[in-house]
């Protein structure tokens, strides 16, 4: 024990190197272990890219609808971007919604696509149903959503949605 002190102590210098040098290894280790885990932080092993932005997934008012379970994420094995929520009725009636907007910006405000919703059912009292719309426009940008009543004027510009808005009359 007494070699081992003696060692340490006519040594100072170079063990305080080491020791240095461990623990530098050590933060550089632990820097590239979350530079990797944030970068894949929104993926999972099926090629799903998670947009997981809050102006996306924060839950929403529309009509007499709260939009909650909101998920917009890339699909890379068919390079489409695919929008869910649940529109659920808290009222004491019927409630009945055909088509609808729904608006991407990114974050400048600045309108990225519009999609068109629909529901086309009756949502009774205390019940939900699903809202599904899909996109080849990059949507990896978006930050803000928003629903608004239905404006075919919104669907001029993009060739997408205007399939989508025919096969829904």
Same mark, same amino acid.
């Given at each position: 024990?007494?070699?081992?002190?003696?060692?340490?102590?006519?040594?100072?210098?170079?063990?305080?190197?080491?020791?240095? &040098?461990?623990? @530098?290894?050590?933060?550089?280790?632990? +820097?590239? %272990?979350?530079?990797?885990? #944030?970068? !894949? *932080? /929104? =993926?999972?092993?099926?090629?799903?890219?998670?947009?997981?932005?809050?102006?996306? &997934?924060?839950? @929403?008012?529309?009509?007499?609808?709260? +939009?909650? %379970?909101?998920?917009?994420? #890339?699909? !890379? *094995? /068919? =390079?489409?971007?695919?929008?869910?929520?649940?529109?659920?009725?808290?009222?004491?009636?019927?409630?009945?919604?055909?088509?609808?907007?729904?608006?991407?910006?990114?974050?400048?405000? #600045?309108?990225?696509?519009?999609?068109?919703?629909?529901?086309?059912?009756?949502?009774?009292?205390?019940?939900?149903?699903?809202?599904?719309?899909?996109?080849?426009?990059?949507?990896?940008?978006?930050?803000?959503? #928003?629903?608004?009543?239905?404006?075919?004027?919104?669907?001029?510009?993009?060739?997408?949605?205007?399939?989508?808005?025919?096969?829904?009359?």
């Amino acid at each position: 024990m007494n070699k081992i002190n003696n060692i340490l102590i006519n040594n100072k210098k170079k063990v305080i190197i080491i020791i240095s &040098i461990i623990i @530098i290894l050590l933060l550089v280790i632990f +820097i590239i %272990n979350g530079i990797i885990n #944030k970068n !894949n *932080k /929104n =993926k999972d092993n099926n090629g799903i890219i998670l947009n997981t932005n809050k102006g996306i &997934i924060e839950k @929403i008012k529309f009509e007499d609808l709260d +939009i909650d %379970n909101i998920t917009l994420y #890339k699909d !890379n *094995k /068919n =390079k489409m971007y695919i929008f869910n929520a649940d529109a659920i009725n808290n009222t004491n009636k019927n409630i009945k919604v055909d088509r609808f907007n729904i608006e991407f910006y990114d974050k400048d405000n #600045k309108l990225i696509i519009t999609l068109l919703g629909y529901i086309g059912v009756n949502i009774s009292p205390n019940s939900k149903t699903t809202i599904n719309a899909t996109t080849s426009i990059d949507l990896s940008k978006a930050v803000k959503k #928003k629903l608004t009543k239905y404006d075919a004027s919104k669907f001029t510009n993009n060739k997408d949605e205007k399939v989508e808005e025919k096969k829904a009359n």
